[in-house]
Each structure stands twice: as structure tokens, then as C-alpha cells.
């Protein structure tokens, strides 16, 4: 059992320790621990049958109307637990990332009540139906907060039915508020997170900012080294971008990077193949990631650019907590459609 008070100076490291944005992270983080006393928990630290939501921001990375305030996060909170009609008890984020890794901190911090270390992929994953989809009497409640009055954008969406159901109507709901909306969903019983949850997965992102922290002095290959020694992996490439293929359909990014040397990297959001010459390097959930050469940090799919230095790494998929949903087939089909690239074959 292990319990962390999350404090200002420890914002920075899950910040860094993943994709997303970091910016939208550290204003949300350091917000959050300033409003109470914080701590991260973990899920054995509750009573197995506490009610825990899952929060995530749903939405188009690359969007320029994208809008949603950190009221809006607490706000998708509320309206759960008022449909629900249950009092949340802790939250647990979707996954890891620049924003992911933080979020919840802030819902948890003003409702008082813990942050708990269980995300539901562990790394990120476009849909939102991990696990729970396969029990065909569970009511999912999705709630959606986003958008800017100013530009007659904002609104608040609660969607109940089934898994597929409720996140297609969310991510809808993203288009319509600018491509971003701030997510609460899907209470379940800590027991059931603590069977099919990625454990321990915040803490690890925690850890690993703080190597890329102590590397950052040396340079952004030492970065990229201190990456790849924490999680098992390697340097795929170090070279330029020649092109970016970016497009946005229904509140997700699809496209490729071409990288010099004949390299390719798909993406759906997040990315799923890494190839040279059409021979598959990587495959999601395999982690692949996009380091700016001269900064030492992350970029994702949205942020990358044409010309643009990068180092390419990949993580087998062996060396990362994943949850119960990345072990499941049929949550692929929908990848393999979205980049035309065969995925199944390759992790299954």
C-alpha cells in the first residue's frame, strides 16, 4: 500500500512522463494541489467496494477551437454523480499522458476525496471502451463538459446506454464544442478496477519524469537514453520529418509521419504502426514515441511537424501495465479500420 501527497514541485514529472499536452497538464496540476491537501492512492488503500469514475478529455489533439476550462472537469463530475445518484469515493484517469497523467487531480482535490493510481489502459487508447463493453447489463453514464459560451460553442452532454453507445454520442458532443470535451464516466467498484485496471501505471509515469528531469541537462539524446533504460526500450531513428498526413474525422486525428530513410508512423490519435520500407518495427499497444531532438521532450501526433528533428522510440508492448481492454481483439478492429493498417495479426 502506498500513498503520495501530491504537491506543486511534483507536477512537473507526470508531466512529462508521457504524450499529450503538457501544457494543458501542468495548468491543471499545479491548480489542482494547490486548492487542498492531495494525495494519490492506491487502489487497495480504498475499501473494495468504493464507487470510482473515470475521467478523461475527449477530442481532437490537433484542434485550434478546442476549449475546456478546469471548471468543466469538475463539472462533468458532478453531473455523474448527481444521474448516478451515488457519492464518488475516488478517481482514476483513462491513461497516461501530458494531461491524463494529472487529470482527475483536480475533480479529486476540490470534492475531497483521493486520487487513485488505476488508470484504466495504463497507455492511450482512442475509444473509450476498455473492459467494461463485454458485460452486456452495465449502463455506462458519460458525461461531457466543453466549449466556449463566447463562441455559443459550450455544452453539457449525459449520455446513458451502452458502452459504444454513450462514447459515440461524447465524442460527438467533442465535434460540437470545438473538438475537446472534459469527460466523467463509467462508476464501477473498486474491486473491479483492481482486477482489470493498469496499477500503479501513475506512479511509474512519476518516476520516469523525474529521469527525464535529471537527463535533461545533458542533452535530448541522454533524455531519450533515460527514457528507454526506465521502460526497456530503443532509439528506432533519429532524423527529419519529410511530411505529416493530418486529418480529423469525428473528434479523432488519422494520419502518418514520414520520416527520413524510408520510416512511416500511423496514428488515430495515438500512434499505431511504426514501419521502414512496409516491414512492421512496432504495433500499438507497443509504445511509440515522437522526442523533439532539440528539446528532449515528447511531441505527439498533433504537435509534430514537417522538418521538424526527431528521435523515434519504441516500447514493447511486454515492458508496459496495460489494462484489461488493450488484451482484448475486438477493440483493435476499429484501429486496423481507422489507419488501414493490419494490427490484430501482430498482437494477437
Not at 74 to 86: D, P, T, Y
Not at 262 to 279: A, P, Q, S, V
Request: with cysteine.
Amino acid at each position: 500500500m502506498s500513498r503520495l501527497k501530491l504537491t506543486d514541485e511534483l507536477v512537473e514529472a507526470p508531466v512529462l512522463g508521457g504524450g499529450g499536452s503538457m501544457e494543458e497538464g501542468r495548468r491543471i496540476g499545479h491548480l489542482a494541489v494547490s486548492l487542498s491537501s492531495l494525495e494519490l492512492i492506491d487502489v487497495e488503500d480504498i475499501n473494495e467496494n468504493s464507487v470510482l469514475i473515470n475521467v478523461s478529455a475527449v477530442g481532437t489533439p490537433s484542434a485550434k477551437d478546442a476549449y475546456a476550462e478546469p471548471i468543466h472537469y469538475l463539472r462533468a463530475a458532478e453531473l455523474v454523480e448527481k444521474v448516478a445518484s451515488i457519492k464518488i469515493d475516488g478517481i482514476i484517469t483513462n491513461e497516461t499522458g501530458g494531461l491524463a497523467t494529472v487529470n482527475g487531480w483536480l475533480q479529486a482535490s476540490i470534492l475531497g476525496i483521493p486520487a487513485v493510481d488505476a488508470p484504466c489502459n495504463g497507455r492511450a487508447h482512442p475509444t473509450g471502451m476498455m473492459g467494461l463493453h463485454k458485460d452486456n447489463n452495465y449502463l455506462s453514464i458519460q458525461a461531457g463538459v466543453g466549449g466556449s459560451k463566447e463562441r455559443s460553442t459550450f455544452l453539457e452532454v449525459v449520455a446513458i446506454g451502452s458502452i459504444e453507445s454513450a462514447s459515440t454520442i461524447i465524442r460527438n458532443a467533442a465535434v460540437r464544442a470545438g473538438e475537446l470535451v472534459a469527460v466523467a464516466r463509467n462508476p464501477v467498484a473498486a474491486y473491479y478496477t483492481k482486477e482489470n485496471a493498469a496499477l500503479g501505471t501513475v506512479k511509474q509515469a512519476i518516476n520516469l519524469g523525474f529521469e527525464m528531469i535529471k537527463s535533461r541537462e545533458k542533452g535530448p539524446i541522454a533524455v531519450t537514453n533515460s527514457i528507454c533504460n526506465f521502460l526497456g526500450g530503443e532509439i528506432v531513428t533519429d532524423g527529419l520529418v519529410e511530411k505529416v498526413d493530418l486529418v480529423s474525422k469525428m473528434g479523432v486525428d488519422v494520419g502518418r509521419v514520414i520520416i527520413e530513410d524510408g520510416y512511416e508512423i500511423t496514428f488515430w490519435n495515438e500512434y499505431m504502426t511504426l514501419e521502414r520500407l512496409k516491414k512492421r518495427i512496432a504495433t500499438f499497444p507497443d509504445l511509440i514515441m515522437t522526442i523533439d531532438g532539440d528539446k528532449g521532450l515528447p511531441v505527439t501526433s498533433a504537435e509534430v511537424k514537417s522538418g521538424q528533428h526527431i528521435l523515434v522510440i519504441k516500447v514493447p508492448k511486454e515492458n508496459l501495465k496495460l489494462g484489461a481492454g488493450m488484451k482484448d481483439p475486438d477493440l483493435f478492429k476499429v484501429c486496423e479500420e481507422a489507419v488501414s493498417k493490419q494490427i490484430i495479426k501482430y498482437v494477437f
